[in-house]
């Protein structure tokens, strides 16, 4: 019972400080008496940056200050809150205090106005920014420069907006924002370039990013700058201590303004502005005349400098009657060329000429707004007169013209049906007679070479060789596969096996074929082959139309059996 007072007696105390302090600490205390407010360095050159510090003498809320008032000279950062309490000799004090670092937007002297809080404020306060002059002797540890190389430009036009970054310590980490400006893309070019550059005496290190802004309209605008944020070695610490200490800094380029001018109202189709725009073709394969039914590819490239790759616009591309064009999908690129912006597209088609003859490929034109010239310009790709050859292998088609009757001569019209029957008839027999043995010399001569033909393919056969034949299931595997090359040898054997084509290509093949979907599918097949479109062809639609072709529409296979001599009549 004795041990339990004792311990009671010294435990008591304790317990009761602890519970007064928890009481202390937990009960928010808003009797404030004190604001004060004071900035980290006064005067300040432009591109610097303020700590404002405001200190309040009691537990706040964080929301008490409102430090928007400051927008209209200053870009304020989030600000940060700090609150404490102390306990000396029993005696509590708290404390909030507020720190939010601001960028100066211009040159000159600006007042930091009073803060209140609960009917007591702190002091305004009197700044001065000054601006940056080369030789005026004030250093730096880190600032910000920032360049155009336009300020006056058309809509859409791009225009390219460099940051630099001088530093003469050492930066810890850091981080830069983008320039911001309104209805415009802005993206970066390139990467970054490092330097050194001697100012007022001293050596700096450079670090230098570019951006492309492409403003969407017309009007006066400023062109918001970067900010840099990091942490670099305080010189003074790292004077007299062997661990130095780093330091938080925010520095901001000078706003830039830009005049961007509206299109001219004289100005028709897409528009389009840039610093250089060139048109090239080129033929695959390289040749100075066409063959009938034989594919070639032509690819168009077009090119332009301070340019993105989705402000291109589309091409015109015409050709005359005669030619049969399956057109890629464009494609369309960009790259950085010296610290400037240049696009391509790339336009590839396959051309068949259908007949032979000259033809006259128009020109390909496009017009832009030069941005260095600031006048209108035309780039033209120019026409060019092409031969197609007629193919030798691929029959001709002639067009047979009703024959007008003929005029009888005057003394068969005039002369009488004269001669007796039985002389007609037995001229008559004689015709007949003639035509029977030419029908029996065709079919003699038709079995004689059968008979050749198949002595050939069995003595090919016997001697090792292999004899191509159709087979629909060859077929039906190259279409599942998507094998172009065999569905393509297999279709050619089919139209030998029935007839239809005798020898030739796909192009020769679309020419046999009725309007209809095998026939698409065909042309289509055909332009596979010679194409990078290869890598697309899709097989199961042409199984498909040739399964419906061979079930409505094609004609029964060849036989060998001869015609009767005599058919029925």
């Known amino acids: 019972m004795v041990i339990r007072s004792l311990l009671w007696s010294r435990v008591a105390p304790v317990m009761l400080l602890s519970m ?31 700590v404002l510090e405001v200190t309040a003498d009691s537990r706040v809320p964080a929301n008490s200050i409102n430090f928007r008032v400051l927008d209209s000279n200053f870009t304020v950062m989030v ?64 600032f910000l420069q920032s360049e155009l190389s336009s300020n006056n430009l058309m809509v859409q036009q791009m225009v390219y907006y460099d940051v630099t970054i001088f530093f003469s310590g050492d930066i810890q980490r850091g981080s830069l924002t983008e ?71 925010v520095r901001e380029a ?29 033929w ?71 007949r032979p003859g000259e033809y006259e490929l128009p020109e390909v034109k496009i017009s832009w707004w030069n941005s260095q010239t600031n006048q209108l310009e035309q780039t033209v790709l120019p026409g060019r007169t092409v031969q197609v050859q007629a193919d030798p292998i691929q029959p001709e088609s002639t067009t047979v013209s009703p024959r007008e009757p003929t005029q009888a001569s005057p003394a068969t019209a005039a002369s009488p049906q004269s001669g007796s029957n039985w002389r007609w008839n037995y001229t008559s ?41 159709f087979d629909s299931k060859a077929l039906r595997a190259a279409c599942k596969t998507h094998h172009k090359n065999a569905a393509s040898e297999q279709l050619l054997l089919w139209a030998r096996h029935h007839k239809i ?12 074929i009725r309007p209809g979907a095998l026939k698409e599918q065909i042309a289509q097949l055909n332009a596979a082959l010679y194409g990078d479109s290869a890598a697309n062809w899709q097989g199961d639609l042409l199984w498909q ?4 072709y061979q079930h409505h529409e094609a004609p029964p296979a060849a036989t060998t059996e001869l015609p009767p001599l005599y058919p029925e009549q």
């Open 254 to 282: 000078e706003a830039l303004p830009i005049t961007v001018q509206a299109q001219p109202a004289s100005y028709s189709g897409d528009w389009l502005v840039a610093g250089l725009v060139t048109l090239n073709e080129e």
């Open 429 to 469: 027999w004689l015709l007949v007679t003639g035509w029977l043995l030419t029908v029996i010399l065709v079919a003699w001569h038709k079995m004689i070479w059968q008979k050749r033909r198949d002595h050939q393919a069995s003595s090919a056969t016997t001697s090792g060789h292999k004899v191509s034949h």
């Open 284 to 354: 695959q394969p390289a040749q100075t005349q066409l063959l009938q039914g034989e594919p070639v590819t032509r690819i168009i490239t077009l090119s332009a400098v301070d340019v993105a790759a989705n402000q291109l616009p589309e091409l015109n591309i015409n050709l005359p009657e005669g030619f049969r064009v399956y057109q890629e999908q464009p494609q369309v690129k960009g790259a950085e060329r010296a610290g400037r912006l240049v696009a391509q597209k790339v336009i590839t088609s396959a051309i068949i000429a259908n």
């Open 79 to 142: 600000p940060s809150v700090n609150q404490s309490t102390r306990v000396i000799n029993g005696d509590a004090s708290h404390s909030t205090t507020w720190t939010v670092t601001m960028l100066p937007k211009t040159s000159g002297t600006f007042t930091i106005p009073a803060f209140t809080i609960d009917n007591v404020s702190s002091k305004p306060l009197s700044v001065e920014i000054v601006p940056v002059q080369q030789g005026s002797g004030q250093l730096r540890d880190v």
């Open 20 to 50: 007064l302090l928890g009481t202390m600490l937990s009960t928010p205390a808003f009797a404030i008496s004190e604001l004060t407010a004071r900035v980290d360095k006064n005067p300040v050159m432009l591109g610097e940056s303020i």
């Open 501 to 512: 084509l005798t020898r030739g290509s796909l192009s020769a093949l679309c020419e046999r």
């Open 179 to 249: 320039p911001q400006l309104d209805d415009a893309l802005i993206q970066q070019v390139g990467q970054d370039k490092e330097g050194t550059e001697l100012i007022d005496g001293e050596r700096y290190r450079s670090i230098t990013r570019r951006y492309a802004i492409t403003p969407q309209r017309s009007g006066e605008f400023i062109i918001s700058p970067p900010t840099f944020t990091g942490d670099v070695i305080d010189r003074e610490s790292a004077r007299q201590s062997y661990f130095a200490r780093s330091r938080t800094i």
């Open 545 to 548: 139309a040739w399964s419906d």
